[in-house]
Every structure is written in C-alpha cells, then in structure tokens.
Nanobody, 124 residues
Framework: VQLVESGGGSVQAGGSLRLSCAAS????????VGWFRQAPGKEREFVSG???????YYADSVKGRFTISRDNAKVTVYLEMSSLKPEDTAVYYC???????????????????WGQGTKVTVSS
C-alpha cells in the first residue's frame, strides 16, 4: 500500500484546511488509518485515527476541531481541520496498518505504511 497526502498549506489562526490521504496498491477497506504530525524539534505525535469499522479517535489537543473520515470507494481518508492554532503547525503524515489493535493506534511504530507528509503552517 502506498499513501500520498495532500491539502497542506499556510493559513491564519482560526482558519481551516482539509488533508487527504489517498491509497494505492490496496483496498484500504480493512485498514486502520492514522494521522500523525511532527513539529520542528518535536517528536511525532498521534492526531487522529479511524478504524476499519468507522470508529474514530482523536488526541485531546484536536478534539472538537478536527474530524477524520474515510471514503472506501475513493480509497481516501480525510482530516478536516478547523479553528486552527499556531501550535497545529507541523508536517502531517498519514499511516495505515491492516492488523492494528486498538491499544496501539496512537503509537507510530505500530503502522506499516506511511505517506511522505504534507506541511501545515498556521500563522497568528
């Protein structure tokens, strides 16, 4: 499975962006897909995840502002980001794994497949 992110860019605080993670080489249907981000000088952190059954999970820092969804027909997972803050500035990565267990969802090491990342910059 190959993952390609898109939709990053520069916005002012309070603005919105929609990130996309398109998959090729697989159906994506049974996969758990996660979004992670890495700010300069910081470790990669979990942002949101969506299981094969549609159940969604969010880091506390983005709850109520970000929404993850998937379109299995388009083999794409989306991350709608609103009320963006300067601290959301980071490179955002999507990741996927077919045999993810729920307790591992927030761990980047648990994912087999990664995209190249898309940069999000939020200015104050």
């Amino acid at each position: 499975v190959q993952l390609v992110e898109s939709g990053g860019g520069s916005v002012q605080a309070g603005g919105s962006l929609r990130l996309s993670c398109a998959a090729s080489g697989g159906t994506f249907r049974g996969y758990t897909v996660g979004w992670f981000r890495q700010a300069p000088g910081k470790e990669r952190e979990f942002v949101s995840g969506i299981r094969w059954n549609g159940h969604t999970y969010y880091a506390d820092s983005v709850k109520g502002r970000f929404t993850i969804s998937r379109d299995n027909a388009k083999v794409t997972v989306y991350l709608e980001m609103s009320s963006l803050k300067p601290e959301d500035t980071a490179v955002y990565y999507c990741a996927a794994d077919e045999r993810m267990i729920l307790s591992s969802m927030t761990q980047s090491s648990a994912y087999d497949y990664w995209g190249q990342g898309t940069k999000v910059t939020v200015s104050s």
